[in-house]
């Protein structure tokens, strides 16, 4: 039991770390090079690299992308 606990303890700080490292960032653009642009240019902003989480094109492009330092 005492293992659990720590086990469990140990996974909720781990997901509590990351997820106040990583940041949603999202852009909008007439394509989607262009708001692959606006979220490289955030990313540059804020020091941190990007992965591109979401993207679609429905007459304009909408990018959603996670920051991470």
């Known amino acids: 039991m005492k293992n ?3 086990l469990m303890a ?3 700080l781990s997901v509590m770390s990351f997820c106040s490292v ?3 960032v ?3 653009d007439s394509t989607l090079d262009g708001a692959e ?3 490289a240019a955030q990313a540059q902003k804020a020091g ?3 992965k591109i989480t979401s993207a679609r ?3 304009k492009a909408y990018v959603t992308a996670e920051l991470t330092k």
């Open 4 to 6: 659990m606990t720590g």
């Open 37 to 39: 642009a606006k979220i």
């Open 10 to 12: 140990g996974i909720a």
């Open 48 to 50: 941190a690299s990007y």
């Open 22 to 24: 990583a940041q949603t």
């Open 57 to 59: 094109f429905n007459n």
């Open 26 to 28: 999202s852009a909008v």
